[in-house]
């Protein structure tokens, strides 16, 4: 069992975009829902998107029209496209895959927009 692991975190100005990405196992990969949740200082972690089944996804109100979750199974990875950034969306960014019961959680990566 390997955790996920993100990447493509990093400063931003508002406005701007960024892409994370989330790399899984294949034999997680094969069978996990994926999400991405974020958690910014002194605030609970918040979903921000996920696949809920098969190709359909789910978005938190705050990031419609601006943030889509999509998938390679080819690279087994999960992506964070995210646009029209602003300073609230600053967060440490976690990717995290469920299955039978199993929730793994990636080590997060930082993403910070400067207004």
């Known amino acids: 069992q390997v955790q996920p692991v993100e990447s493509g975190g990093g400063l931003v100005q508002a406005g701007g975009s960024l892409r994370l990405s989330c790399a899984a196992s294949?034999?997680?990969?094969?069978?996990?829902?994926m999400g991405w949740y974020r958690q910014a200082p002194g605030e609970q972690r918040e979903l921000v998107a996920a696949?809920?089944?098969?190709?359909?996804?789910t978005y938190a109100d705050s990031v419609k029209g601006r943030f889509t979750i999509s998938r390679d199974n080819t690279k087994n990875t999960v992506y964070l496209q995210m646009n029209s950034l602003k300073p609230e969306d600053t967060a440490v960014y976690y990717c995290?895959?469920?299955?039978?019961?199993?929730?793994?959680w990636g080590k997060g990566t930082l993403v910070t927009v400067s207004s």
């Open positions: 696949f809920t089944g098969g190709d359909i996804t």
């Open positions: 294949a034999t997680i990969f094969s069978v996990a829902v």
């Open positions: 995290r895959a469920s299955y039978y019961g199993v929730n793994d």
